[in-house]
């Protein structure tokens, strides 16, 4: 098993290496899409070249002309796994890998792990003799298929992931999968976001007043909104729905037409509200005007970004539903956990929520601490202590 120095999150406080790096974010998917290690790469990008870094970005096929130092290496196809949309990068040659790292000579590179042999391996197996090679896991399986299916997969990586120098995962879910798929070792060093970007937004003028439930994610089975919807009903049933109170359900998908039916069926259009797809720029204020934000995933997810970007933001409670990645994040405040399949107990829950200011005001007090440790100011001076740490075990 490939070992690294174990180390639990968070650490004592990094000396902040002074030297700039030339860094390459290598990772196999497109840019073109909001997904949680999307926004991972391009948060730390962003953060590292105004830190005076270089940063480049070294990703599968991308038609984004916006981000600077962009090498789209590859043509990709898109496919299914682990209950999710990916893109998979077509085998890409290598020499034009090989030129490219030898013109640019980086001192990092900061790899999203699990990869595909295809492209982000021969960029790993190409890296010059003094360039550090750090990973990022960010995997969870939602089926033992799944994981099984990541065990090959590590199996075939096995000799690619010998070069790497420093391996994290972004919770102890995500580095205990990592040891039993990848038998790799790993630090835990969560995802940060840019808080300042959602502590500070106002919710949209149209839900200051009512009482707001909102569900922000892909309509798709594993994000769970279809399990919220029985949840209002046997609220309004109970005759115990708030006259003011709405749920608003932002994201599109494969769902979104069963939901509407099953809206309509139940007579709840006057109070189930579809927002469609929310670009970056409108979520922080979808968020702010939640009183309640609830995020019913039923698996498969190494750690939840969401829940720190509703967090930061929401005027009120955020919820999870009890998977590992979650409930990594919110081990410290289990109350914002539930089953999305019991739907008697997670009434019960939102009721208490909508009746009780002052209950949403505890969770609301104590997210908007917790969530600070996860700025991108805090997370980012780790990340690069850390690659220093790499570049300089790398070099002796």
């Known amino acids: 098993m490939r070992k690294f120095t174990k180390r639990h999150w968070p650490p004592a406080k990094p000396a902040v290496s002074k030297r700039t790096l030339k860094i390459g974010l290598v990772f196999d998917d497109s840019l073109d899409k909001p997904d949680g290690v999307q926004q991972y790469v391009l948060t730390l990008g962003r953060w590292l070249a105004r830190e005076g870094h270089e940063v480049h970005y070294l990703v599968g096929e991308t038609k984004r002309t916006d981000i600077p130092n962009l090498h789209s290496l590859s043509r990709n196809i898109n496919v299914r796994f682990n209950h999710n949309r990916m893109a998979m990068p077509l085998p890409v040659r290598r020499g034009p890998i090989r030129a490219l790292l030898e013109r640019e000579q980086f001192d990092v590179l900061h790899v999203q792990v699990p990869y595909s042999p295809a492209m982000a391996a021969r960029v790993i197996l190409a890296a010059g003799p003094r360039t550090a090679v750090t990973g990022m896991f960010h995997v969870l399986a939602y089926s033992n298929t799944v994981a099984w299916a990541n065990r090959l997969l590590g199996w075939w990586l096995r000799k690619s992931v010998r070069r790497f120098d420093l391996m994290l995962s972004n919770t102890t879910a995500t580095q205990a999968f990592a040891r039993q798929s990848f038998h790799i070792e790993s630090q835990v060093l969560p995802l940060p976001l840019e808080l300042a970007a959602f502590s500070a937004a106002k919710p949209l003028a149209r839900y200051v007043a009512s009482l707001n439930i909102v569900f922000l994610g892909r309509l798709v089975e594993r994000k769970g909104c279809q399990h919220v919807l029985p949840v209002i009903v046997d609220l309004r049933s109970q005759g115990v729905w708030p006259p003011n109170a709405r749920f608003i359900i932002c994201g599109a998908g494969p769902l979104a037409a069963q939901l509407r039916t099953y809206v309509a069926e139940h007579d709840l259009t006057d109070i189930v509200e579809f927002a469609g797809h929310i670009?970056?720029?409108?979520?922080?204020?979808?968020?702010?005007?939640?009183?309640?934000?609830?995020?019913?995933?039923?698996?498969?997810?190494?750690?939840?970004?969401?829940?720190?970007?509703?967090?930061?933001?929401?005027?009120?409670?955020?919820?999870?539903?009890?998977?590992?990645?979650?409930?990594?994040?919110?081990?410290?405040?289990?109350?914002?956990?539930?089953?999305?399949?019991?739907?008697?107990?997670l009434a019960a829950k939102l009721l208490d929520l909508l009746q009780h200011a002052s209950t949403r005001a505890a969770y609301s007090d104590w997210q908007h601490s917790y969530v600070k440790q996860f700025d991108i100011t805090q997370i980012g001076h780790q990340t690069v202590e850390l690659f220093a740490q790499a570049l300089h075990k790398r070099r002796g």
């Open 279 to 345: 670009s970056e720029t409108d979520k922080p204020r979808y968020l702010a005007a939640a009183d309640i934000a609830i995020y019913p995933s039923t698996g498969g997810e190494s750690f939840g970004i969401v829940l720190l970007e509703a967090m930061a933001a929401s005027r009120g409670a955020v919820l999870g539903g009890q998977n590992p990645g979650y409930a990594s994040v919110l081990a410290p405040h289990t109350e914002s956990l539930f089953d999305p399949y019991n739907t008697p107990a």
